[in-house]
């Protein structure tokens, strides 16, 4: 007896098998929290020109 084709888009049954169809998140990584990585970026930008500011100003 000959396998049956199943056409690119589909998915063969497969014999046992209980759990439906789900689509999961992707990994965003460190793009999941943007916020946090600008107020990262943001802090530290603001520490570093008060470093400045500060021995210009010759604390």
Known sequence: MS???VPPQETPPVEGSTSSAHSERPDRGVWEHPWL???LVLVGSAAFAAFFAARIAGF
Do not use: A, E, K, Y
Request: a neutral charge; glycine letters at 0%; aromatic letters at 0%.
């Open 3 to 5: 396998v049956p084709l």
């Open 37 to 39: 990585l600008m107020v």
